[in-house]
């Protein structure tokens, strides 16, 4: 069972050229993310939503982990089965890192799923809404991402490890995004000690016992190395 759990949001990656949602300049403030991030969006206008997504696929594929994610692969790798890692994100940079416990809540954009049938299947690097699903052969498929009105991915198990952990991380998120914004309250209360590691203080912020504030590509390395001391 781990014994820390870090929840990452957008902000990891961003230093990796991948944009966060609500920051200025962020994927939200150029998209209605009821066009491109709800199944009632993809019911309308398919090619739009494909559209975004295989841009966001292509900017995923030509970017490259950064010390944060490294550091993250790291402290995984130097405490065997100590370490769990829930990302909100859809990148697959953590994976690229060298991390392997990792549960991509809201999806990935390097999968595919048939929206009918649910069939997964390797994302190709462009997908169009004509694209049959290999499974049933119907022509609904769909990045395999969580939307929104949709159930995230793996709930159960984070629901179980956030209850046992003795430190629980927030890396990167804003806290507006639910249920990811209550796992900090849930291990508090559980008994975790909570630090959030951010650009700035987030909107669940006073959930946090401990506060790292800056860019992650400097601040992760800093807070892996300290775990890394006290657990020698
Ligand atoms: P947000 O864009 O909401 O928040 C990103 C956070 O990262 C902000 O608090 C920034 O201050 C911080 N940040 C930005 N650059 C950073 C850096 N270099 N180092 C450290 N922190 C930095 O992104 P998320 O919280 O991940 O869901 O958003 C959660 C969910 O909302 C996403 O998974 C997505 C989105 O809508 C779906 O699409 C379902």
Redesign the pocket.
Known sequence: MARIMILT????S??SGLG????KD?L?TKYR?EDV?TPQGFRRNPAQVHAFYNARRANCAAAAPNAAHVALARLEATLPGQVLLVT??VDDLHQRAGSQNVLQM?GALMRATCHTCRHTWPAPAEMQPTDPCPACARKATRPD????GEMPYHMDAIAEAVERVEIFAA???????WP?AGFAAAARRAGAHCVE????R?EISEEFNEHRL????SIVPEWVQDILNASR
């Open positions: 949001g957008a902000g990891i961003a230093e966060t949602f609500r920051d962020g939200w993310l991030a909100q994100n809201h991402v969580v939307w929104f890396i990167g998120t804003s806290g507006q995004v990811a590691l951010n650009m700035e987030s800056g860019p992650a590509s």
